[in-house]
């Protein structure tokens, strides 16, 4: 069963060579001028602030050149634009991930500039997020007419929800994905792993679908994820920041609303949702028992203090972000058999 639209789905064949090459295209782009950008940023002093509450071992990532996501981005948006159609759909959500990014970015010029951890203002998250979500909304409801529709994809249900509370559903999709793979980047290599990972899936799912410049957007997510772990894998030469974390959270988000997995994302990005929950967990016990259920939250700190090095940490969550993601693909596929 499918609930996609005609609108949704793409007609024509997808080159999955092109996708391959825009993927490659995004990599070797980042793996090229990450050096380079490394040394601009030393330079200039852009290095990371560390939070005085975090783990006593991450004081000395202090400096660590910060706003990668800003290379990350570059090297996505140069095949994307010069390789695919640029269709509606694909712009949405190229558009979203860049308007995260945007907030990101900020929120880290202002860390490195003012030298503090703390950056943009929540209530300005707050409204840009919503601007963000309200233009999803219009591209999916208004011009592509995808149905106000939520769909499990596990069981053969449908909850026709309305235009209004769609806007706010979107809304929780982008806010929640790019706040949880924020939440999910405190180890080296951890965010942009997992990312890789998801994306990938949504890659499948788009060339499933037979929407070609989604699955061409999402490789180059794929291959610049993968060409940033060249050098923020353990020890990290550069953080992606909230640039990169809000960024491709949020492009995530944005693939769910075009993917109409929004409900299935649960599972897809599963390694997410335990890293948010973790924190929701923490918070919530403490105020009300006024006792922690981890040592620290996000979990990742937790396995932290319990002496696992970084690189178990960072492969061990990759193994479950690929079961999710596996299990969340299997599950769309039997959704639409």
Known sequence: ?????????????????????????????????????????????????????????????????????????????????VLSERDVASLAVFGVALGCAAIGFTDDYIKVSKRRSLGLGARYKLLAQIALALGLWWVAYEHLGLDATLNSRIFDAEIHIGPVLYLVFIYLVIAGASNAVNLTDGLDGLAAGSCAIVLLAYMAITITNGQSDLALLAGCFVGASIGFLWFNAFPA????????????????????????????????????????????????????????????????????????SETKIMLRFWIVAAVCSGIGYVLYQNSIG
């Open 237 to 308: 030469s550069i953080f992606m920041g909230d640039t990169g974390s809000l960024g491709l959270g949020g492009a995530i988000g944005a693939f769910a609303v075009m993917t109409q997995t929004e409900l299935l994302l649960i599972i897809i990005g599963g390694i997410f949702v335990i890293e948010a929950l973790s924190v929701a967990i923490q918070v919530i016990s403490f105020k009300m028992f006024r006792r922690r259920v981890l040592l620290m939250a996000p979990v990742h700190h937790h396995f932290e203090l319990l002496a696992w």
């Open 1 to 81: 069963m499918s609930s996609l639209p005609i609108a949704a789905i793409g007609t024509e064949s997808i080159d999955r060579g092109q996708v391959l090459i825009a993927g490659m295209a995004a990599m070797l782009i980042t793996i090229f001028l990450g050096p380079k950008f490394i040394h601009f940023l030393r330079l200039r002093e852009f290095g990371q602030q560390i939070r005085e509450e975090g783990p006593q071992e991450h004081h000395a990532k202090a400096g660590t050149p910060t706003m990668g996501g800003l290379i990350l981005f570059l090297a996505i948006a140069v095949p994307y634009l």
